[in-house]
């Protein structure tokens, strides 16, 4: 047989190849038109962060490269899928913490492995990761298999406020304000005052000074003891001759 002819002349076919995604295709030979019977290799490439997933149309499969043989007018199509993946991370309550990734990229390729340790700010502890992730352990390891959403929750810490009279009796404390439980950063003031015939001081324990009333700042549990005492100091001039 000769070749294939329509009215006495050589037919010839289209084989056109589109791509959904972010590929190309190859043809060799690359021509606009094909005889009968040829053979052309079709070569399907990965584009940045999109990976071959197969052949539709009027062909299948995942062969690659792809022979086709031009029977008829052929349209081909080549998929790819996107291996570009992102996580978004937040911190509950805003404001109470950080979340670090290692690698820390924009985007991830399918089977990457992340690390993300959740460090929290003065006055908080971490609590808990939500989302796409679940746990207290921190850090963590995520492999990446789509995009992720990933929340770190963290817990404001509760101090307490303890402050004794030394000695016990000759005196007392005015706490402003007066709570059972401080958080960081509160500020409290504290105001001794002495029985009659005792006089303050110094304040010692977690904060020493001779301020009164004092100004404290909580940076954690706290323990001050207000200190009086009944000796009264006597300051003489100095004589000089």
């Known amino acids: 047989m000769g070749a294939y002819e329509y009215d006495s002349s050589v037919a010839t076919f289209s084989l056109t190849v589109d791509t959904l995604g972010g590929g190309t295709v190859t ?13 052309v290799i079709l070569t399907a490439s990965d584009g940045p962060d999109w990976i071959f997933d197969g052949w539709g149309g009027d062909a299948s499969g995942m062969v690659n490269p792809l022979r086709v043989t031009i029977y008829k007018n052929t349209h081909i199509t080549a998929s790819f899928w996107l291996d570009a993946w992102t996580i978004n991370t937040s911190v509950v309550p805003a404001g109470s913490g950080s979340v670090s990734l290692s690698p820390d990229q924009p985007t991830y390729h399918y089977g990457d492995e992340v690390s ?15 989302g796409d992730e679940s746990g207290t352990q921190n850090p963590i390891t995520v492999t990446i298999d789509g995009n992720l959403v990933i929340n770190a929750n963290f817990t404001r810490d509760e101090y307490s406020l303890a402050v004794s009279v030394t000695p016990e009796g000759k005196g007392s404390v005015t706490i402003s304000p007066s709570k059972p439980i401080y958080y960081y950063g509160d500020q409290v003031t ?18 020493s000074g001779v301020s009164n009333p004092l100004i404290l700042t909580i940076t954690g549990n706290t323990h001050i003891s207000v200190n009086f005492s009944d000796q009264v100091k006597i300051y003489l001039p100095l004589i000089t001759r």
């Open 190 to 207: 504290l105001t001794a005052t002495a029985i009659s015939g005792w006089w303050f001081t110094n304040w010692s324990g977690d904060f």
């Open 27 to 39: 043809k060799n030979p690359d021509k606009p038109s094909y005889l009968w019977g040829e053979e």
């Open 116 to 130: 993300l340790t959740a460090t929290p700010n003065p006055g908080y502890s971490f609590l808990s990761w939500t």
